[in-house]
């Protein structure tokens, strides 16, 4: 079965340098055998995901692509992570 695939929407390399300075301004950098950067985060009912780059207007708490895509820069920044109100249906973390 071949996989099937969302492409990407163009994003503006502006926004996403804005969102990567803002992260370096607000997470200590990482340093090898110095710091341990630890993390916990409520991800307010993390669970089903919509399987596209925008979730629809009244779709209950569904996180989309872009939530992912988002939610993975900011963790890729620490050592250790606790995600809280992960839910059953871990279809987000796939």
Known sequence: MKPTSWPCPR???RARARR???L???VP???DGSNLLIATWNLRVFSDLTK???TPE???LKRNFTDLHLIAAVIRR???VALQEVRGNLRALR
């Open 78 to 80: 620490f050592d250790v």
């Open 24 to 26: 370096d301004e607000t």
């Open 29 to 31: 950098a990482k340093s």
């Open 58 to 60: 009244g779709a209950s």
């Open 11 to 13: 994003r503006s390399p």
């Open 52 to 54: 596209a780059w925008s």
């Open 20 to 22: 990567e300075e803002t």
